[in-house]
């Protein structure tokens, strides 16, 4: 089911955007929006309870459609097909590869793992090495600059994670070239901002709007609303809290900043409201992180009762 709930939220993507899509980047950051929006507009059921913070899309297909649109992802899709019938046409053994791993992408996310996209790349360069095609030698360079671009990319990625890793372990952020190296990549900036935020560095307001509009997760839109609790500026703080729980309905995180903010405020009733829901939801990461925080809701709400 959960899955089944992120292609119909990537549909809708596909739908408002089918010739162009939203570019590089534009699952990272347009996907938890309408995610907030399909889940507000249907009733709960099994589906709100799974979802979650999501950082891809389970179907390499329904990737390429929302990165590039129709016309070009069914270009890439028949230039696949094409490379596996000539390994098939040749007897390469390598086409059962690609075969595997293009089943294997209609459910999961193998190019999140770069060496899957060498591996891929590896493949269709030694099925076309046989057999005779138009533009062979070009097919093949083309191929082995895809290579040599993706490990100098996903190498890059992994010393950029190694330094930031060697960073909050020295008790400082990282300086200022890393930091742009960072903010290029959702993927880098999801992990730099909740790292310095658990280890309690300030996070500046250029870096936490950069987060906000290229990876607005429902954790990364709690931490944006800290920043304005901080300000006091509630009701921004309140807007995006709202919308970290619309994100991900089955977490008790959001909802329990977005009480402390009601209580805060005086908002006794509202706050009364959100505590209710909390205690009464099934939670679905049990720990003692939720507990503690059920259990401290609980006590405040039977401290807010006679003020009712």
Not at 133 to 149: D, R, T
Not at 245 to 250: L, N, Y
Not at 299 to 307: I, V, Y
Request: proline share 4%; charged share 20%; with cysteine.
């Amino acid at each position: 089911m959960g899955r089944i709930t992120i292609w119909r939220v990537c549909l809708e993507m596909v739908q408002d955007h089918p010739i162009f899509g939203f570019g590089i980047g534009g699952f990272s950051r347009k996907y938890m929006n309408y995610q907030a929006r399909y889940l507000s507009q249907t009733s709960p059921d099994i589906s709100h309870w799974l979802a979650d913070d999501i950082f891809c899309p389970y179907n390499e297909i329904l990737h390429l459609l929302i990165t590039f649109g129709i016309p070009i992802s069914i270009g890439m899709v028949f230039l696949i097909l094409f490379i596996i019938r000539h390994g098939i046409e040749n007897k390469n053994p390598f086409s059962l590869h690609l075969i595997y791993l293009s089943v294997f992408s209609l459910f999961s996310f193998p190019s999140y793992h770069y060496i899957t996209i060498v591996l891929f790349l590896f493949s269709a360069l030694l099925i076309l090495r046989k057999g005779e095609l138009k533009y062979q030698k070009a097919i093949i360079l083309s191929i082995v600059f895809g290579i040599f671009v993706v490990s100098a990319y996903f190498s890059l990625q992994q010393f950029v994670l190694r330094e930031s890793e060697k960073s909050f372990a020295y008790g400082k952020p990282l300086d200022d070239l890393m930091m742009k190296m960072v903010e290029n990549s959702p993927f880098l900036l999801d992990y730099y901002v909740n790292t310095a935020y658990e280890h309690g560095f300030e996070l500046s307001d250029d870096l936490i709007n950069r987060a906000v509009r290229y990876i607005p997760s429902s954790r990364i839109m709690v931490i944006a609303a800290d920043r304005d609790i901080e300000r006091n500026e509630y009701n921004k703080a309140e807007d995006k809290l709202k919308v970290a729980v619309k994100m991900v309905p089955s977490r008790i995180w959001a909802r329990s900043k977005l009480f402390d903010l009601y209580n805060k405020q005086g908002r006794v009733k509202e706050a009364m409201e959100i505590g209710d829901e909390i205690l009464k939801m099934p939670l679905k990461v049990e720990g003692a992180e939720a507990y503690i925080i059920q259990n401290k809701i609980k006590r405040q709400m039977q401290m807010m009762t006679p003020q009712l």
